[in-house]
């Protein structure tokens, strides 16, 4: 995983988002970080405080379409670029700004995308790569 968002946007990363954490659990190893009115649930981050600000990013190919059992939420579909084996598609989420998710053109093709625009999105608790420390 890239160790700061300059790397991570070098390597394609094109989802880098800011978060606060506003739950640390180390007994059950859950860490809850706030992005506008998005909560996200991930994995313990040791090292880290509440009200803690941090950036992460995600994977485009990680980010799922459809519902989830956590870290899902809605996102309005803004476009999309076909690639030569993929289809990367675009969208805006409230709390994340934009977000693009990569999928297979199998996938893709078997995909509707209703009139309103808006799909459910899933941001996987492992696909979440918080940045350490002093990165930024």
């Known amino acids: 995983a890239p160790r700061d968002p300059g790397v ?6 094109g989802n880098i988002c800011t978060a606060v954490i506003e739950r640390l659990d180390p007994a059950v190893g859950v860490s809850r970080l706030r992005a506008g009115d998005l909560a996200l649930t991930l994995d ?3 090292g880290r405080l ?3 600000r941090v950036e992460f990013c995600i994977p485009p190919h990680r980010v799922r379409i459809g519902p989830a059992n956590e870290n899902q939420f809605e996102a309005e579909f803004t476009g999309e670029a076909r690639l030569p084996s993929t289809v990367r598609l675009f969208f805006r989420a409230a709390g994340l700004g ?3 998710c990569e999928v297979s053109r199998d996938s893709y093709d078997s995909l509707s995308i209703p009139a309103s625009r808006k799909l459910a999105l899933s941001l996987p608790r492992n696909a979440v790569h918080v940045f350490e420390k002093g990165s930024s």
């Open 8 to 13: 991570a946007q070098l390597l394609g990363y």
């Open 44 to 46: 313990y981050l040791p």
């Open 50 to 52: 509440l009200g803690d």
């Open 98 to 100: 934009e977000l693009e």
